[in-house]
């Protein structure tokens, strides 16, 4: 986020990240006790205070990890540390630069073959799961190949169908006319 759109959303205080503090608290000579309590107070908040932005960031690495596709975070990983020393803005930087409208049928098919591989699991939200296929149906169509809600419904019904538990549903819905199969 820039400065002046940060700016519209909290303008009495601009975000700077907290300098990490010193690796140990120590106290000046001649410190009286009510001083040393109060920066001790000070320096446990400083801890917290980069601890949590600390914490947050590398989070938010994690789920762009998870959410973006190798390809296109693989030329800034570092080979040990992964995203681990990168910023959040530069993570951002490099991935606006990327192609976003080159989606080629041969990526498509890719996609595909790993949502079918990814199948159902009952440890898993349903809505995680059918946020996965919605995304592949909108990558399909950045690619010009449509993938339509039987398609997915057929996705679906494999995969729950694996999952060993649903079976007498599954064949309650295959026995239904076809346009009732929503």
Known sequence: ??????????????????????P???VPPNTNGLTERNLQDQYKQQCNLFQTQHNVSQTLKKLIDDAVPNE????IRQPYLNL?????????AHLYQQPSSNVTLEAVEERRLSVEKQKYS??????????????????AAQGGEEVTANNLMNIVVRHIRATGHFNQDCQDWNARPAGNKT
Request: no cysteine; charged share 20%.
């Open 24 to 26: 140990t608290f120590t």
């Open 122 to 139: 009952l440890d898993e939200e349903l809505t995680t799961y059918f946020k996965r296929l919605q995304d592949y149906q909108t990558f």
């Open 84 to 92: 681990l020393p990168i910023s959040i803005p530069d993570i951002f």
């Open 1 to 22: 986020m820039t400065a002046p759109d940060y700016a519209l959303i909290s303008p009495a205080t601009a975000w700077v990240n907290p300098i990490p503090p010193a």
């Open 72 to 75: 296109y975070l693989d030329e």
